[in-house]
């Protein structure tokens, strides 16, 4: 987990209704995401690949792209 992506990181959702999507880190939030609604912490402004915009937390996302060593296919 990393709270310290810039704003454009290409990133990856690991959890949540949005898992496996891609898009760009557009602006750091503190507050309620989009899979977690009552709960407020740090996390992320995501714009999909597709076009929508999401608020995720933290740790639902990674970098995109990570060596294939540490790739998770499931």
């Given at each position: ?65 990570r060596k ?7």
């Amino acid at each position: 987990m990393d709270l310290n992506f810039s704003l454009g990181t290409e990133v990856r959702i690991t959890k949540g209704a949005y898992a496996r999507q891609t898009g760009v880190i557009d602006s750091h939030i503190f507050g309620p995401s989009f899979d977690f609604p009552d709960d407020s912490t740090f996390g992320y402004g995501v714009q999909l690949d597709d076009g929508n915009w999401v608020l995720v937390r933290h740790d639902q996302v990674r970098l995109k792209f990570r060596k294939s060593a540490d790739r998770d296919d499931t």
